[in-house]
């Protein structure tokens, strides 16, 4: 697993390329779920999704491409990945104490269905939840700046575009900005009455191509903003991702 650092200030982003086979590449996309959207779940600014957590994701368990997607991304993957970023990651929760002692003090696992520890596993054991989410965006959807839920540690995302909208630049997009958030306050940053406050007080620097086989991640810390600009793109295609978070 060979990482491509993008940035490591304000906040780290990073990348690994070519981190899907074409078979595997191809078997996530033909299976790529085509879900009604009276079952997904509709966000104000456009968004449909569904995470792993839902009911949606148990009905469609034998689908090729949570299968596979379920093998690729195992607990001995995060635990590599954990391995190349700690460092990373300890930087950016530095004034978060009870994160920094479950990161440096206890043995971790990684899984991804809530469990209750015993007594043991309490003491001795850091246990880190993986989950999924699929995402279907249309022309003229959006998601507006933020830096994602507090228990959050890293955020990774493929995408799975067609030839219309390929390496076109509608992957994440990230700010620089000295307002810190790691409460993940949603401030509108999209609506007009905030123009003025949101040009003032960030700075757009990163937006990743929307290109295949990659996989691109980033680490929530307070400064982590980053949104999806309201999309032009023809209304006969859709913008897909799959989006993995590991949380604490």
């Avoid at 191809?26 to 299976?31: C, G």
């Avoid at 043995?107 to 989950?131: A, G, R």
């Avoid at 295609?237 to 993995?244: M, P, Q």
Wanted: charged content about 25%; proline content about 3%; overall charge positive.
């Amino acid at each position: 697993m060979k990482i491509n650092f993008l940035q490591k200030k304000p906040f780290c982003i990073f990348e690994i390329e070519n981190f899907l086979t074409d078979d595997q590449y191809k078997t996530l996309y033909d299976n790529f779920p085509n879900i009604s959207a009276d079952k997904l779940i509709k966000s104000k600014d456009l968004k449909y999704s569904f995470t792993s957590n839902s009911d949606t994701y148990q009905k469609n368990k034998n689908n090729e491409c949570i299968i596979l997607l379920e093998k690729i991304f195992d607990e001995s993957f995060f635990l590599k990945l954990l391995k190349q970023v700690k460092k990373e990651i300890l930087i950016s929760r530095k004034n978060k104490p009870m994160n920094l002692i479950s990161l440096i003090f206890r043995k971790i696992k990684v899984n991804n269905t809530l469990k209750k520890k015993n007594f043991l596993e309490k003491i001795f054991y850091s246990c880190f939840k993986y989950t999924f989410e699929f995402s279907y965006m249309d022309k003229n959807s959006c998601i507006p700046p933020h830096t994602d839920s507090m228990a959050k540690m890293i955020s990774m995302m493929m995408y799975f575009p067609t030839k219309e909208i390929e390496n076109q630049k509608i992957g994440t997009t990230f700010y620089n900005s000295e307002y810190k958030n790691f409460q993940n306050k949603g401030l509108g940053l999209f609506l007009k009455e905030n123009k003025f406050f949101f040009k003032k007080h960030f700075e757009e620097t990163i937006t990743f191509p929307y290109k295949k086989k990659n996989l691109y991640c980033f680490i929530k810390s307070d400064l982590s903003w980053h949104s999806v600009k309201h999309l032009d793109i023809p209304a006969s295609v859709t913008r897909k991702s799959i989006n993995i978070n590991l949380n604490m």
